[in-house]
């Protein structure tokens, strides 16, 4: 099935870092969803995205939704040990009843 | 509120058996529920959109009639792997809706086929 381009993969970064990552698709999504999975769980809602060009934060999480609709990018300030996860990227091209397109996670390691 | 929850949380089964995973909306109507899977270390893919009520529909690819899908009430969908084999190995989690915007999701059931 159709999945996002997300990137980076995998993140090893130091605690207090910022990080960022990326999703990008061929086609027009007009939602754009950031999840957090930890091992052995369902995923979690951090941002969700309804407007091209919206920026979004959530305490140290910013979510932007691209202007052409194709890409989002989320920003993590001032990482901490929690912040360790797999991060997902979805776009949705209707509202909560439609099905969800999942990008391929960027997994955030953290070193103390 | 807007939980979700799965049952069995793990199952291990022998090859050949069918299992049955169980996803209730707790606290809300999902009149939409989806069910995913996840191999380790990659992405969710969704397989299926149930809809109260009436026949799911499959992703391109999953099995109908080995991966039944009953949403036969407004808080409970189940989802039965029939004939199970050790390539059906899993995390299998749901989500559910009420029509808004956000799908809930489940904390996933592990499954392992000997």
């Known amino acids: 099935g159709q999945q996002l381009n997300q990137s980076p993969q995998s993140m090893f970064i130091q605690e207090g870092e910022d990080v960022s990552m990326n999703c990008t698709s061929s086609s027009i999504f007009n939602t754009w969803l950031w999840y957090k999975q930890d091992p052995g769980e369902g995923p979690v809602l951090l941002i969700a995205?309804?407007?091209?060009?919206e920026l979004t934060s959530n305490g140290r999480l910013t979510a932007q939704f691209g202007i052409t609709r194709k890409d989002s990018f989320l920003n993590i300030s001032a990482s901490i040990p929690s912040d360790v996860g797999i991060y997902f990227c979805a776009g949705q091209r209707g509202e909560g009843a439609q099905k969800l397109v999942f990008g391929q996670g960027t997994r955030l390691t953290i070193n103390p | 509120g807007a939980v979700v929850s799965q049952h069995p949380s793990w199952v291990i089964c022998k090859s050949g058996t069918s299992v049955k995973i169980e996803c209730r909306s707790l606290d809300f109507q999902a009149t939409t529920m989806f069910w995913y899977r996840q191999f380790p270390k990659q992405s969710l893919m969704l397989m299926a959109t149930?809809?109260?009520?009436?026949?799911?529909?499959?992703e391109q690819g999953v099995e109908k009639d080995k991966f039944l899908i009953n949403h036969a009430s407004l808080t409970l969908s189940t989802l039965t792997v029939t004939s199970a084999h050790p390539e059906d190995s899993s995390f299998y989690i749901c989500s559910a809706t009420d029509r808004g915007y956000e799908q809930f999701f489940g904390p996933g059931t592990r499954l392992t086929v000997l």
């Open positions: 995205l309804y407007k091209a060009g």
């Open positions: 149930s809809n109260e009520g009436s026949k799911a529909t499959y």
